[in-house]
Every structure is written in structure tokens, then in C-alpha cells.
């Protein structure tokens, strides 16, 4: 009986001991997940207890010229997402970015995660670039007095002039610097193939000395169409500008100011008369009457719909007339290129004049002359070579087709001159 007894109480102890083990087992599992539950709360009330925001716009009310794209900035909430109210009048982007599609009116509506939104209210209506040639000029202060009282940026096309304080006004308000010409003579602008960009440079590197910036808007003296250069050598100028890089703007509505006997009433008639379109880019100059005619045109054209914008801004990358030397002279690719010299020495300091040729002759084609280590040799838009240290390099010519032909170039010591007793 004892043993039985005793066997009996050994198995009672080893049951309640499980039992205990059991229930601990469960106790440490249950503050396990009730932790757990408590991260996962803490997180969850984390999250659900940053502050909402509302979101703010830089424009509530915007006039958007027709194919114009311009940015809307929103803060508040870490993640915008945009909407148009109507998309066939104005697109916009995940960046902001709102472009003019049709002429109306439509809310732009940023939202951000809380779900709160702003919105601005677009209208979407002909736009207008006012330009100005040949300046600036000492009236081109009441001009830009004119621009400032109604709120207008123009795009001005700038010859070589010393008139620093009107340029740097222009920069310091808005306005957008493009180049017209060097020097403002069709006869030296013109007088080869290379002349009028290598005036540019020249103009470029002064505005980049005044204020700090070059242009590549360009508007050829005489238009595209002018009838003052030799056809083909223009033609070959007009394919050069997409070569270098530069933009070109004609213009499709002129305020007739530099014609003779013309005044500001005159003018204000002729661009109002030639106004009518989407899209206008109005030519006038920097003349004593401008400013005056101007004061007259800007409100008519706000009364017609229309907006004001710089040519920075217009959506393709030129516009030009439909010049005659596109029929005249349609484009003739080169089939090769040359240059008079294989190889060519150059002192240190010293210079040496390349000359290149195409096949046929009377192609279109644009020439554009490289070095290919600027350290040691420089080559002008000309073709002349420039020697800069010791060494050799690559001068090589491009045509517009693509055709290429290359010279090799070393630089050699300068040699000095010899001395002659007296």
C-alpha cells in the first residue's frame, strides 16, 4: 500500500508540475503577443496621429498661353498627386507642370495624402511675345518703363552697343536677352559663311562679362528671308544655327516701326490689324516712339484675349518664315568634305588658316570646325588655328550631312627672332 501510495502522489506532483509549466508557457506567450500588439499599436498610433496638412499653391489664378507649359508649386503633405478638371483645355504633370492644350478654363487640383487639395483656377488663352530689334538704345528705358506698368516680360534682340545699365535692367526684371547681330551691317555680318556666328561669340561673351549670361535665341538681321545676303551662303547660315545649338524666331505680326514715316499710332494699327492667330510674335525696335505705341497695344491685346510670354518659352524650338531659299535652295546634302592640309604645324602663340571644301559646291550644308584637345590648339567657327601649348591634335570639320575630314596639328616652339647688331 505504501508503495502504491507513494507511486500515486509521485504521479499527482509530475501532473501539477506539467500543469504549472504549461500555464507559465501560456502566461510569457500571452505578454509576447500582447508586446507585440502594443508595437504594433504604438506604430499604428504613430502614424495615425501625424498632424494632417493643408496644401498651398504658388498660383490660385494663372493665364496660361496656348501650348505654354508652366510649373505650379505645392507644399504641405510629402506625396502630391495633380488633376485636371479638364484635360482637352490643360494637362498636367506629376511635377506640377501644366501645359495650355485649347483655348477655356479649368481648375488645376493638387491633393496630398491626408487628402486635403488646393486648387487654381487656369484660363488658357492666345499668347503673345512682343520682341524688340536692334537695341538697346537710349529709348529703350521708356520702353521698358512701359513693360513694368503693365506687367509685361518682352524678349529683346541685342546688337554690340555699350549700354550696360539698360541690359543689366532688362536681366534684373525678367526679361529674356537674345542675340541679333554683332555687328548690325548685313555686308559685314553676312560677308561669309562664318561671319555671323563668329559675331555672335563676340556678343555673347560681352553680355556673359556684364551679367553673367549667354544666349541662344537668335533673330538674323533681315529675317530668314532677308534679300540682302547671297542665297546660298544664307541658306547655309540658316543650317548652321541648328548645328551650333542656337534657336531662330522670324515673326508672323510687325508693328511696322522702322519703315519711313512710320509713328506710334501707325504702329499700334499694324499690330493690331496683323494680331489674329493663337500665337503671334510681334516685331518691333528700340525706337523713340516704341514705348508709346506699346501703352496702346498691350491693353487692346489683353482685351482680345491674348496673354503675354517670353520666347523662351515658346513650344518649338523655332519658327521661321517659309523663306524663299527653302524652294530656291532646298537642302543639298555634301557627299564629302576636305581640308587643304593633312598635316600642319603651328608655332606656340602663332596662327594658321585652314580652308575646307564640300562636294558638290553648291551644297547647303554647314561647316562646323572642332579641336579636339582645346589645350593644345584652338580652331575658330573659320577655320583658323590657333596654337595654344606643345603637342598634337585633331583639327576635324563636320557638315551638316555628316560628312567629316581631319588635320593633324602640332604645335611647335614659338622661334624666336633673331637679333640684328647695330
Not at 590648339?377 to 598634337?392: F, H, N, P, T
Request: charged share 25%.
Amino acid at each position: 500500500m505504501s508503495l502504491r501510495y507513494s507511486l500515486s502522489n509521485k504521479l499527482i506532483f509530475a501532473a501539477l508540475f506539467a500543469s504549472i509549466l504549461l500555464l507559465c508557457a501560456a502566461v510569457s506567450c500571452g505578454k509576447a503577443n500582447n508586446g507585440a500588439a502594443q508595437n504594433t499599436s504604438d506604430s499604428d498610433t504613430a502614424v495615425s496621429s501625424e498632424v494632417p496638412v493643408d496644401v498651398s499653391l504658388s498660383d490660385l489664378n494663372m493665364e496660361l498661353g496656348y501650348r505654354v507649359t508652366r510649373p505650379i508649386k505645392a507644399v504641405g503633405g510629402k506625396k502630391i498627386q495633380w488633376t485636371s478638371s479638364d484635360e482637352s483645355i490643360a494637362t498636367v504633370d506629376s511635377e506640377g507642370n501644366v501645359n495650355g492644350v485649347q483655348l477655356g478654363e479649368c481648375v488645376i487640383t493638387a491633393t496630398n495624402e491626408f487628402g486635403r487639395s488646393a486648387a487654381c483656377s487656369v484660363a488658357v488663352k492666345k499668347v503673345c511675345y512682343l520682341s524688340f530689334d536692334d537695341g538697346p538704345l537710349g529709348s529703350v528705358y521708356s520702353i521698358l518703363d512701359a513693360l513694368k506698368d503693365n506687367d509685361v516680360k518682352g524678349t529683346f534682340f541685342l546688337v554690340n552697343t555699350v549700354n550696360i545699365g539698360s541690359v543689366k535692367r532688362m536681366v534684373a526684371e525678367g526679361h529674356v536677352l537674345a542675340l541679333h547681330t554683332n555687328v548690325n551691317r548685313t555686308s559685314v555680318c553676312y560677308r561669309t559663311m562664318y561671319s555671323y556666328y563668329e559675331g555672335l561669340d563676340i556678343l555673347n561673351d560681352k553680355l556673359e562679362e556684364l551679367v553673367g549670361q549667354r544666349s541662344n535665341i537668335i533673330r538674323f538681321p533681315g529675317g530668314s528671308s532677308n534679300k540682302t545676303c547671297e542665297p546660298l551662303r544664307m541658306r547655309r547660315i540658316i543650317n548652321g544655327a541648328q548645328d551650333l545649338g542656337y534657336r531662330v524666331f522670324d515673326w508672323n505680326a510687325s508693328a511696322q516701326d522702322a519703315a519711313f514715316g512710320t509713328d506710334a499710332d501707325s504702329s499700334y494699327k499694324y499690330v493690331l490689324a496683323t494680331c489674329n492667330e493663337k500665337e503671334e510674335i510681334v516685331l518691333m525696335h528700340d525706337l523713340s516712339f516704341t514705348s508709346k505705341a506699346l501703352r496702346k497695344i498691350i491693353p487692346a491685346l489683353r482685351a482680345r484675349g491674348y496673354t503675354f510670354d517670353t520666347l523662351d518659352n515658346y513650344p518649338d524650338r523655332n519658327y521661321q518664315h517659309k523663306s524663299k531659299y527653302s524652294w530656291k535652295y532646298p537642302d543639298y546634302p555634301a557627299q564629302a568634305v576636305s581640308i587643304n592640309e593633312e598635316h600642319a604645324e603651328v608655332e606656340v602663340d602663332g596662327e594658321l588658316l585652314l580652308k575646307a571644301a564640300m562636294t558638290p559646291e553648291n551644297s547647303t550644308d554647314y561647316i562646323v570646325w572642332q579641336s579636339a584637345d582645346e589645350k593644345i590648339a584652338w580652331v575658330s567657327k573659320g577655320g583658323l588655328v590657333k596654337g595654344i601649348s606643345l603637342g598634337e591634335t585633331e583639327i576635324t570639320v563636320k557638315t551638316t550631312s555628316g560628312q567629316t575630314a581631319s588635320c593633324t596639328v602640332k604645335v611647335i616652339p614659338k622661334q624666336e627672332e633673331s637679333s640684328v647688331d647695330h
